[in-house]
């Protein structure tokens, strides 16, 4: 089966008119800030998976690619943190509060679990 042609991507990157530009740096800083209700939907949402979907975000979510990921989700970092270890040291109020919210979070090694 044939896959349809992949839509024309140029100007996707809005370099030239990225709004993004004209907005204070609070707000841009704001913007950037990883979000409580993003981090608890991430971690239901990573609760619901089965331990094969898990494993496969383990291989396909290299460290390069969860570099890029966590630029669009900075949510992922405390997550990513909070699987790997990182919230034995100093647990983000973030990751905490989404792991109240969904008790049943992921496994201790699960997806995101290798990137740290």
Known sequence: MAREPMPN???ANMSVDNPMR???PEAMKNLLKPDEEIAAMLV???SAMSEQELRMLDTVITPEVAKVLMKLLPELQELIEAVGGGAAQQAPQAAQQAQQAAPQAAPPMGALG???
């Open 9 to 11: 991507m140029a100007g």
């Open 22 to 24: 004209n907005l204070p």
């Open 44 to 46: 239901a949402r990573l």
């Open 114 to 116: 290798g990137m740290t």
